[in-house]
């Protein structure tokens, strides 16, 4: 094809001028006078004549010129392959067949090696199913994405509270604090001084009340510090239930039992009576006798049993009256909020304290 000819084919394609003059947003813009209209500028002119409330961000006139400027390009680009469609159809054969094929461009090698890319991606699978190298690399790409996330939408620095000289040594967790205060103990049995606390996440399915309860429990069983556990000296809680704590004496050094009463006479004689088994009584062929010796013997055995109840109260007493030596000391236990974590993570903070006057 001459080049006359295709000259010809692309003025045959190209558009005739497209008329911009319309009248329309004169229109309307005539016809909305007196009511205020938000406008916003549009994207290529620059210019406030696009309604907000419209979803195009250019004004009709540029919308129609990018229009004129695709259907010109979409034009061209059919005229360049209808020229390259009629010169391969004018070489000969042998010549088609004797030209070695030319490699294609870079950007369509790296267009294929991106598709090969995309089909051999491996399927998402769970953490838990990954082993080795793959699970190490994972993990670590995890914990960057938290740590920018953190970063991103954690709340602001603030400054922390400094730590208070009276709570005493922070340990890891639960077992280490008692294990601390295990060898406190052993150290120094009588009169032992000890303060310490650790910090767990706080959950809604337990209560500062609940978590006092428990660790009161573990001081007893595990600990086997000696505190009059049954009867504190001081139970406080806030109004927010934000603290519950309890204070109770410390039995370090035991109790001391008071010295048993002298017996008395009167109580003796009883007891001598009492302990004697009741006469038989003489069997007769009208069976009177027998219904007294059965009420005899029912009678013994309430009095028997009688006795019996009243020294097991006696017991009871003197055990009551063991007095507790005085040590000066306390144990007290607290469970309170804590927000000492940079992210804002609340917790709770279990604190023990063992002192002596």
Known sequence: MSDSSTLGLLDSLRLPPMDTSDDSLDADTNAGAGIMRSLKACRTCKKEVVFVWQKFVNCRDCRAKNKQKEDLKRARRLARMAVLQNTSDNIPPETSSSVAPSSPPAYVKKAK????????????????????????????????????????KGPDAYLQPGPDPNAGTEYLNATALYNALKACIANSPVKPVFRGFHIVVASDEESH????????????????????????????????????NATYECNCMGFVSPPPPP???????????????????????????????????????????????????????????????????????????????????????????????
Do not use: W
């Not at 600990?223 to 406080?236: A, D, G, T, W």
């Open 209 to 244: 009340k609940q978590k006092l309860d428990f660790v009161i429990r573990d001081l007893r069983k595990i600990v086997r510090i000696p505190f009059n556990y049954s009867e504190p000296i001081l139970k406080q809680r806030t109004k927010s239930e934000t603290m519950r």
């Open 113 to 152: 090696t991106t598709a090969k890319k995309s089909v051999q991606l491996r399927e998402a699978k769970y953490l838990r199913d990954l082993e080795g190298e793959e699970k190490e690399v994972a993990v670590k790409m995890m914990k960057s994405h938290v740590t920018r996330l953190v970063i991103r």
């Open 263 to 357: 017996a008395t006479p009167s109580l003796s004689r009883s007891n001598s009576a009492s302990d004697r088994p009741p006469k038989k009584p003489k069997l007769s062929s009208s069976g009177g006798s027998l219904m007294e010796y059965m009420r005899s013997q029912k009678k013994a055995k309430e009095e028997a049993e009688a006795e019996r109840q009243r020294a097991l109260a006696a017991e009871k007493t003197e055990s009551e009256k063991k007095r507790r030596v005085e040590c000066g000391g306390r144990v007290k236990i607290q469970v309170q909020e804590d927000r000492s974590h940079p992210c804002g993570i609340v917790g709770q903070k279990i604190r023990v304290t063992v002192e002596h006057a």
